[in-house]
């Protein structure tokens, strides 16, 4: 899940430690969300920017996607899904481009369909790792210029007021502990420490318009439609509500989708 390129050395060091994530009790319910997110996707074509080791794109192929092109930074992260599908039997349906999501995917020569061919894009933590507007501008660039009209898109993020709330900041309840927070131009900054066996911290950067839900950027580019995936659904949380409760009073990630409308006005 690695996007922007000052951070390309953190995740390529730490590769295997990042992947035992998904052991955490939030991966968890990203998974569960993500899993209802993208419902049937029977002979989709999906890109996933920033899908690092492919943990999104398997659930996608699972779902019947035909195609899924992971984009990520670091190959290190994508070397750990190589491995895992070589396992499988049969072609793999996943493909591993590397890439930078803050740069115009046809200016890296990033082997990609042509431009709005993608069913879905999913874009899963990478707002999570932008350093500024501008970086998450060109983010959004990135997907909508990949998407079909009326095509999906779908990402996880972290979200306010649960970023600042104590199960977050002090317990990390659910698998993650944020410390260190600033305010900078635009949003935070903060570390984020995956309490993994043994831990690992990362130091992520936030901008309001993704923490906080607004989505201004992407509605100035023809994004429409914008619904966060109810927890209160999930499976995860159903099975023990009470464990769950302090996520839903105060949620610290989402998972959100959209559609691409008719237009896009790029700001860049």
């Not at 000052?6 to 939030?26: C, F, R």
């Not at 740069?103 to 933590?125: E, F, H, K, S, T």
């Not at 900054?189 to 309490?195: G, K, S, V």
Request: glycine share 10%; hydrophobic share 40%; charged share 25%.
């Amino acid at each position: 899940m690695t996007v922007a390129s000052g951070s390309k050395g953190q995740y390529d060091e730490m590769a295997i430690e990042y992947n035992a994530y998904e052991d955490l009790p939030v991966a968890h319910l990203e998974r569960d969300l993500i899993r209802t997110a993208l419902g049937d996707c029977t002979g989709l074509a999906i890109l996933d920017i920033g899908g690092g080791s492919g943990t999104y794109a398997r659930q996608a192929v699972r779902a019947g996607a035909r195609q899924v092109d992971v984009v990520d930074i670091s190959d290190s992260m994508m070397q750990i899904g190589r491995d895992i599908e070589a396992q499988n039997p049969g072609k793999s349906r996943i493909r591993w481009l590397l890439g930078d999501a803050t740069r115009p995917m046809v200016d890296q020569g990033v082997d990609i369909l042509p431009p709005g061919q993608y069913d879905i894009v999913m874009a899963n933590w990478i707002f999570d790792h932008a350093h500024t507007v501008d970086d998450l501008t060109a983010m959004w660039t990135n997907i909508c210029t990949n998407l079909k009209v009326g095509g999906k898109f779908i990402g996880i993020r972290a979200v306010a007021p649960g970023i600042f709330a104590e199960h977050n900041v002090k317990l990390g309840k659910y698998g993650c502990l944020r410390s260190d927070i600033k305010k900078i131009p635009g949003g935070i900054a903060c570390n984020a420490t995956l309490l993994t066996k043994p831990p690992f911290t990362v130091g992520v950067t936030l901008m309001e318009d993704s923490y906080g839900l607004k989505d201004e950027i992407p509605r100035r580019m023809g994004m429409v439609y914008f619904r966060t995936v109810p927890d209160i659904e999930s499976d995860v949380v159903k099975r023990n509500l009470e464990f769950w409760q302090d996520h839903l009073d105060e949620p610290e990630f989402a998972v959100v989708t959209a559609r691409k409308g008719q237009s896009i006005r790029s700001q860049l």
